[in-house]
């Protein structure tokens, strides 16, 4: 009895002494997500009377896993009862078979009271619902988030502050504000932010309906791939025989009409949760606006519906992106092309193709299901059916469907 | 004693719900003045919700190890998650900075014991495992 006594006085003295250094250590944790999709015809964007296909990020026609795989380190270490400090490292495919690896968040926690909590550093924009989180894999159920809405994660350089607090038991309720300066990269564009702010209500009743409201402003710069003027007057007029003097004419025309330099840039989204076991919905709906040349926002939009087994969940998504043209710039880039010597159809599919590259009306389908293989570990299959279609009279090019296959296996330790 | 007396004690006991191998129990410090907690309470408190008891003193959660068969039955039943549900939920909250799943340990009699000796404590161990030393404010059947 005695032996057992002080093993137990030794396991408990451990168990003390691990407390006490609980707060001199460094907690690690890290996530990985090994994603791999194929496209069953290869994107197709041009002027061919080929059959026409959208893309999805970098997949192609061929099993891959370079697109979307990816990994975090995460250190996190306290430094009193109040205040944390929080590195993660990220490393993801960077399309040439390499994996690059940067300091992807880094910021300080202050928490003053049980309700109220600063964040300062490097964080994620709470755009959406899952933004503080989407390349988490195993947080939610698909293998990414709808890319309708989902452009990628956007980085904050500032400050965050959550109040969060309760009416009774069943009602939770909580502020957010975010403000500072933001510098991303998501798909084929550069985003460059300052005075960004961010302002997010949400309320869960019970534990199983949530809604969330979210409002973001920022003066934005845009660096988009395929707006470049002198990429554009290459790739679009580079076989027409025109002087360089009528050349010249359109670059600078391109230059100024597709100025993105500091636009004002406002997002309002409203997200909706609901789960009731085994059922669970969830929907968000987005909608931007910005006063660039060509479009006066975008809308975008997706409902989710799954069912829980005790292996794991099966459900259903529909997406759907829908920019809006600016008929009237539209219009205003056809004459001034044309003012400027190009032939009317070349001055008219020039603008098309332009205010194509700008705006993209998309939508999707997707099946999957997620099986819980452990307690830490997921296992993913999706099949999306990609759809683009025409903003603008005539556009032909990428318009058309394709049909998108992933599986992800996620892991947290 | 008659035989018919000692058949109807018989009968009687057998008719008398047995205490369940799996009830559980969550315990608190009996210094804490606490009587119970609903189950409002007991959700918020170990989903890192709340971090206060309703008297407004600190609640710090301690729990067994995630291969122990009571914390995934608690998480079942009193939380309503399954462990990778779990595991998500925490890997929200963790990988944005928002809070950490609890401590773990070892095995109840560590638990126990480490809730009898820290007034903040909290944890859950099985019914039958709480003794003097601590207090049961909420029971999982």
Same mark, same amino acid.
């Given at each position: 009895?005695?032996?057992?006594?002080?093993?137990?006085?030794?396991?408990?003295?451990?168990?003390?002494?691990? %407390?006490?250094?609980?707060? /001199?250590?460094?907690?690690?944790?890290?996530?990985?997500?090994?994603?791999?999709?194929?496209?069953?015809?290869?994107?197709?964007?041009?002027?061919?009377?080929?059959?026409?296909?959208?893309?999805?990020?970098?997949?192609?026609?061929?099993?891959?896993?370079?697109?979307?795989?990816?990994?975090?380190?995460?250190?996190?270490?306290?430094?009193?009862?109040?205040?944390?400090?929080?590195?993660? %490292?990220?490393?993801?495919?960077?399309?040439?078979?390499?994996?690059?690896?940067?300091?992807?968040?880094?910021?300080?926690?202050?928490?003053?009271?049980?309700?109220?909590?600063?964040?300062?550093?490097?964080?994620? *924009?709470?755009?959406?619902?899952?933004?503080?989180?989407?390349?988490?894999?195993?947080?939610?159920?698909?293998?990414?988030?709808?890319?309708?809405?989902?452009?990628?994660?956007?980085? *904050?350089?500032?400050? !965050?502050?959550?109040?969060?607090?309760?009416?009774?038991?069943?009602?939770?309720?909580?502020?957010?504000?975010?403000?500072?300066?933001?510098?991303?990269?998501?798909?084929?564009?550069?985003? !460059?932010?300052?005075?960004?702010?961010?302002?997010?209500?949400?309320?869960?009743?019970?534990?199983?309906?949530?809604?969330?409201?979210?409002?973001?402003?920022?003066?934005?710069?845009?660096?988009?791939?395929?707006?470049?003027? !002198?990429?554009?007057?290459?790739?679009?007029?580079?076989?027409?025989?025109?002087?360089?003097?009528?050349?010249?004419?359109?670059?600078?025309?391109?230059?100024?009409?597709?100025?993105?330099?500091?636009?004002?840039?406002?997002?309002?989204?409203?997200?909706?949760?609901?789960?009731?076991?085994?059922?669970?919905?969830?929907?968000?709906?987005?909608?931007?606006?910005?006063?660039?040349?060509?479009?006066?926002?975008?809308?975008?939009?997706?409902?989710?519906?799954?069912?829980?087994?005790?292996?794991?969940?099966?459900?259903?998504?529909?997406?759907?992106?829908?920019?809006?043209?600016?008929?009237?710039?539209? $219009?205003?880039? $056809?004459?001034?092309?044309?003012?400027?010597?190009?032939?009317?159809?070349?001055?008219?599919?020039?603008?098309?193709? %332009?205010?194509?590259?700008?705006?993209?009306?998309?939508?999707?389908?997707?099946?999957?299901?997620?099986?819980?293989?452990?307690?830490?570990?997921?296992?993913?299959?999706?099949?999306?059916?990609?759809?683009?279609?025409?903003?603008?009279?005539?556009?032909?090019?990428?318009?058309?469907?394709?049909?998108?296959?992933?599986?992800?296996?996620?892991?947290?330790? | 004693?008659?035989?018919?007396?000692?058949?109807?004690?018989?009968?009687?006991?057998?008719?008398?719900?047995?205490?369940?191998?799996?009830?559980?129990?969550?315990?608190?410090?009996?210094?804490?003045?606490?009587?119970?907690?609903?189950?409002? $309470?007991?959700?918020?408190?170990?989903?890192?919700?709340?971090?206060?008891?309703?008297?407004?003193?600190?609640?710090?959660?301690?729990?067994?190890?995630?291969?122990?068969? %009571?914390?995934?039955?608690?998480?079942?039943?009193?939380?309503?998650?399954?462990?990778?549900?779990?595991?998500?939920?925490?890997?929200?909250?963790?990988?944005?900075?928002?809070?950490?799943?609890?401590?773990?340990?070892?095995?109840?009699?560590?638990?126990?014991?480490?809730?009898?000796?820290?007034?903040?404590?909290?944890?859950?161990?099985?019914?039958?495992?709480? /003794?003097?030393?601590?207090?049961?404010?909420?029971?999982?059947?």
């Amino acid at each position: 009895m005695r032996s057992r006594l002080k093993v137990l006085a030794a396991s408990v003295a451990l168990a003390g002494a691990q %407390i006490a250094n609980a707060d /001199d250590d460094i907690r690690w944790n890290g996530y990985l997500n090994v994603v791999g999709g194929i496209l069953q015809d290869a994107p197709l964007s041009d002027d061919s009377d080929n059959d026409q296909h959208p893309g999805y990020g970098r997949y192609e026609d061929n099993f891959t896993f370079d697109p979307e795989t990816s990994a975090a380190l995460q250190a996190s270490k306290r430094l009193d009862d109040k205040t944390q400090v929080t590195a993660q %490292i990220y490393a993801e495919g960077s399309g040439d078979g390499a994996y690059s690896a940067k300091m992807k968040w880094l910021y300080l926690t202050y928490d003053p009271t049980d309700t109220s909590s600063f964040r300062i550093g490097k964080l994620a *924009t709470p755009l959406y619902y899952f933004s503080d989180f989407v390349r988490v894999g195993m947080a939610y159920n698909w293998v990414s988030p709808p890319s309708e809405m989902y452009l990628g994660d956007l980085a *904050t350089t500032g400050i !965050d502050y959550v109040y969060r607090d309760f009416l009774g038991d069943e009602i939770e309720y909580s502020f957010e504000a975010m403000a500072g300066n933001n510098k991303s990269s998501v798909e084929g564009a550069v985003v !460059d932010s300052d005075n960004q702010v961010t302002l997010v209500m949400t309320g869960t009743m019970s534990g199983w309906l949530t809604f969330r409201l979210a409002y973001t402003s920022a003066t934005s710069t845009l660096t988009i791939d395929a707006l470049d003027a !002198d990429t554009l007057v290459d790739e679009q007029l580079g076989g027409v025989p025109l002087s360089d003097e009528t050349l010249d004419e359109v670059k600078v025309l391109l230059g100024e009409k597709l100025d993105l330099n500091e636009l004002k840039v406002s997002y309002i989204t409203t997200g909706l949760k609901m789960d009731l076991d085994p059922w669970q919905l969830i929907t968000e709906l987005s909608r931007s606006s910005t006063d660039s040349y060509l479009t006066g926002g975008t809308q975008a939009w997706y409902v989710c519906g799954g069912y829980r087994f005790d292996w794991g969940v099966v459900q259903l998504t529909y997406a759907d992106s829908d920019p809006e043209l600016d008929n009237d710039a539209k $219009d205003d880039l $056809d004459a001034q092309l044309g003012a400027v010597s190009l032939p009317e159809y070349i001055a008219a599919q020039m603008g098309t193709q %332009i205010s194509g590259a700008t705006l993209s009306t998309r939508h999707s389908i997707s099946a999957g299901v997620r099986v819980n293989t452990s307690r830490n570990t997921a296992l993913k299959f999706e099949l999306t059916k990609l759809e683009e279609e025409a903003t603008i009279p005539d556009e032909e090019r990428g318009i058309g469907d394709n049909l998108l296959f992933r599986t992800a296996l996620n892991v947290t330790f | 004693m008659k035989r018919s007396s000692i058949l109807a004690i018989g009968l009687l006991l057998s008719a008398l719900p047995l205490t369940s191998v799996a009830e559980l129990a969550v315990i608190v410090n009996p210094a804490l003045g606490l009587e119970n907690l609903s189950q409002g $309470d007991v959700s918020n408190i170990f989903l890192g919700k709340k971090k206060a008891f309703p008297n407004g003193k600190p609640a710090v959660v301690i729990s067994v190890q995630a291969d122990n068969p %009571i914390k995934e039955e608690f998480d079942k039943k009193a939380l309503k998650k399954n462990p990778n549900q779990m595991e998500a939920y925490w890997a929200q909250l963790v990988f944005t900075g928002r809070a950490t799943p609890p401590d773990e340990f070892p095995d109840e009699a560590t638990v126990k014991k480490l809730v009898a000796d820290n007034p903040n404590m909290i944890g859950v161990v099985s019914s039958s495992n709480v /003794d003097a030393s601590v207090k049961a404010v909420f029971s999982v059947p």
